[in-house]
């Protein structure tokens, strides 16, 4: 009897096949798990009082891998602004900080090749 033909053969190959789909499945629901709580947690250090607005901020930027405008009249201060819970002046402050200090990309947004030059 040949390989190809054994029932055997053939029954323990799509058991193979089919565990390595469950355990593919399950690491693929364990990283998304995974990437839910740090978003979660991001989210709650974004608006938490306790941070300065500049961590605030960069828990803002890391959620959305984008960086802060360096243009004041940019309509995303605005937005940051609010879902940071922080003002508008707060949010200037930060860019002036910024652009005084020669600041280079954090680490976060570094990863963001595409998106290397600052808002304006």
């Known amino acids: 009897m040949s390989h190809e033909n054994n029932p055997r053969t053939v029954i323990g190959a799509a058991s193979v096949g089919s565990d390595f789909v469950k355990e593919h499945r399950a690491r693929v629901a364990l990283a998304s798990e995974e990437l839910q709580r740090k978003r979660t947690r991001e989210a709650a250090l974004q608006t938490d009082e306790s941070l300065t607005p500049q961590e605030r901020i960069r828990a803002w930027e890391r959620i959305h891998e984008l960086r802060l ?3 004041p009249t940019h309509p995303l201060v605005r937005f940051i602004a ?3 819970g922080l003002g508008v002046p707060e949010v ?4 002036r900080r910024r652009i005084s200090g020669g600041e280079r990309p ?3 947004s570094a990863s963001l090749s595409w998106n290397s030059k600052p808002m304006r």
């Open 69 to 71: 405008p360096t243009d």
């Open 82 to 84: 609010r879902v940071t």
């Open 92 to 95: 200037h402050e930060e860019q």
């Open 106 to 108: 954090t680490p976060a």
